[in-house]
């Protein structure tokens, strides 16, 4: 149910479509608030994934943004799998992006997660 969601929701962001300005907090309250723990944090890892695909740039700050929003909501700083086998994704994104409030969001994720950048 959340992967359709994020997937409709991505496809939402691609389209012309004119967002209001809660778009992606409507999304994190619809999406994430109503999932376990145990499901935020095996949901955390397709988010990772799309991030780690190269084919997203334009998603990073939403793909970002509902990440947090399910390490928060798994209320733990154990790191998915795969996000064992990429430590460096947080590098990369703020190597590859000048944007502050990405900046932002990959630092928290990493101090959340306790990855050293």
């Known amino acids: 149910m959340f ?12 389209s012309i479509e004119e967002l209001d300005e809660w778009y992606l907090s409507t999304f994190i309250d619809e999406n994430i608030y109503s999932l ?9 890892s397709h988010v990772i994934e799309l991030l780690k695909d190269e084919a997203q740039p334009d998603y990073t700050y939403e793909l970002l943004t509902i990440l947090l929003a399910l390490q928060r909501q798994t209320d733990t700083t154990q790191i998915p799998d ?13 190597k590859n992006n000048s944007e502050e409030y990405v900046l932002n969001l990959a630092h928290e994720l990493a101090q959340n997660y306790r990855i050293k950048l």
Do not use: Q, R, V, Y
Request: aromatic share 8%; hydrophobic share 50%.
């Open 3 to 14: 992967i359709d969601a994020l997937s409709s929701f991505l496809e939402k962001l691609a």
């Open 82 to 94: 795969i996000l064992k086998n990429s430590l460096n994704l947080f590098d990369d994104l703020i």
């Open 36 to 44: 376990s723990t145990t499901e935020a944090f095996e949901l955390s």
